[in-house]
């Protein structure tokens, strides 16, 4: 998952449920939006799963607004919010948080 | 998953990966887990998901510090976090984030 750096700094919090249907043209955009999306200057990492019942979350985190509006305007990302609204989501939230503490644990005989 | 007020409140992402093995134990704290933060005052929302390969995303919501210092130091909540460093997770992060922008589509025919 995502190792980032000490905070603060920002969160994408996309929350979402797969509508059924379209899914070799959802997981073709839905990779490539995560290739992109470490191309973006201020881009810090991403973690992104989904559950049997199309569930999903991802989490993206930036250094600033900047980095986000900067994504967020992307032409292809644009392209893609698009069929997302009317191809592929029954619904989503998404939130924009400022991460203020953080700490990990990994277990010892991992 | 959650329906949360308007912003600003904050939101606890915990990520994880399970270690293999203990699932019953795991997955009885789990739900009991979910049951009990609803009973703390000022938790807004939970939204957890784990995908097939045993990664989980959990995000829960609250209304302030002190609905959190409140849930993180509850008895039977320090019970679980000693069992889940001890047997259930390979690894986690946990972060806490204040989300101050949330915005939402349904599809108009979900």
Tied chains: 1, 2.
Excluded at 73 to 84: C, N, R, T, W, Y
């Amino acid at each position: 998952m995502a190792t980032t750096p000490p905070p603060p700094y920002l969160a994408v919090l996309f929350t979402n449920r797969r509508a059924p249907g379209n899914d070799q043209a959802y997981d073709t955009t839905a990779a490539r939006m995560l290739e992109l999306a470490q191309t973006i200057d201020g881009f810090l990492g991403i973690e992104s799963i989904r559950s049997a019942d199309q569930t999903g979350i991802t989490i993206s985190y930036w250094r600033d607004h900047e980095s986000i509006e900067t994504w967020r305007a992307h032409p292809e990302h644009l392209d893609a919010q698009v069929a997302g609204r009317s191809d592929w989501y029954a619904w989503y939230e998404l939130r924009i948080a400022e991460v203020t503490r953080a700490a990990s644990y990994t277990a010892s005989d991992a």
